[in-house]
């Protein structure tokens, strides 16, 4: 057992891991026995593994941006993304002082009467 777990055990009073478990976990959930898992695998077998399952896709019609009939959008939704100040701040029209074309412009244009 590392230093750690072994420290720990002492500092609660008992002798090892397993005491610690069975002192802390319910008797009425605990398993009996190792987990039935299967054998590691390399990362190499199991992205060969999901590209297999990715080969079976068959993706449909996409239906983005051809609207929804009879949806509501719910009120958390609403305030939290579609009408908090700082997600929308950008789609706002500029002040008239930043747009192009804008008065205050001739005062930055250069002067040809030198």
Do not use: K, W
């Amino acid at each position: 057992m590392p230093l750690p777990a072994r420290r720990c055990c002492n500092e609660l009073g008992f002798s090892d891991l397993d005491a610690l478990t069975a002192a802390a976990l319910p008797a009425e959930i605990a398993m009996e026995g190792p987990l039935d898992l299967p054998a590691a695998r390399s990362e190499a077998e199991v992205q060969a593994d999901l590209m297999r399952m990715a080969q079976t896709n068959q993706p449909g019609r996409a239906m983005i941006g051809l609207g929804y009939y009879g949806t509501l959008t719910p009120a958390v939704i609403r305030r939290n993304i579609l009408e908090n100040p700082a997600l929308v701040h950008r789609l706002h029209p500029l002040p008239a002082r930043d747009q192009p074309g804008a008065a205050g412009d001739a005062a930055h244009l250069p002067n040809d009467d030198r």
